[in-house]
């Protein structure tokens, strides 16, 4: 700003005493709008990612409550629901949504998974050579290189969709020749 006034100043005094009269009058009207203005506390906003001031008597409610025990609290809570005449609210799940009554259950029988996964999480070292070529027997149309590369991938999936005794036999033949596998 005072390199502004300098450059007013050097051009021309005339621009430079209009400016401070506009200066003047701003300032005066400024003055005036706040004076007839009624006194009242203006409130300074509460900027963003800041908690909102809490008065001193809300503070020492939140300070006493906190510092109660459970069986305080649960006698507070009754105390609060006769006096405001509230009535008793069911509990509700964390995830907000209400269980399923009782009868669709019933109804709904649960479903028996009948296809499994066979998931192989790793292998030891030492049986790399013996697991390759249970591998290669296991999956058709793989050969030794294809079988090294498939167990060196880890975790991978080995069969999908068997039934539970296919998955039960592969897991004991991969275990067999060891490997680590799960079924899901």
Request: glycine share 2%.
């Amino acid at each position: 700003m005072i390199f502004s006034l300098r450059m007013i100043a050097r051009n021309s005094i005339h621009q430079f005493r209009q400016f401070h009269k506009c200066v003047v009058v701003c300032q005066s009207d400024a003055a005036q709008a706040v004076s007839n203005r009624p006194t009242e506390n203006l409130t300074i906003p509460v900027p963003e990612g800041m908690d909102k001031p809490v008065s001193a008597k809300l503070d020492q409610i939140a300070k006493d409550i906190i510092s109660l025990n459970l069986v305080e609290v649960m006698e507070l809570s009754n105390l609060l629901k006769k006096r405001l005449n509230l009535p008793d609210a069911p509990v509700m799940p964390v995830g907000g949504f209400a269980l399923a009554p009782k009868d669709e259950e019933a109804e709904a029988p649960k479903q028996v998974k009948n296809t499994f996964t066979v998931k192989l999480l790793k292998f030891d070292e030492k049986q790399k050579v013996p697991l390759i070529k249970e591998i290669k027997n296991i999956l058709p149309n793989t050969n030794l290189v294809q079988a090294k590369k498939f167990i060196e991938s880890l975790p991978v999936v080995v069969m999908a969709d068997i039934s539970k005794d296919e998955a039960d036999k592969l897991k004991e033949t991969i275990s067999k020749v060891g490997g680590e596998v799960e079924i899901t």
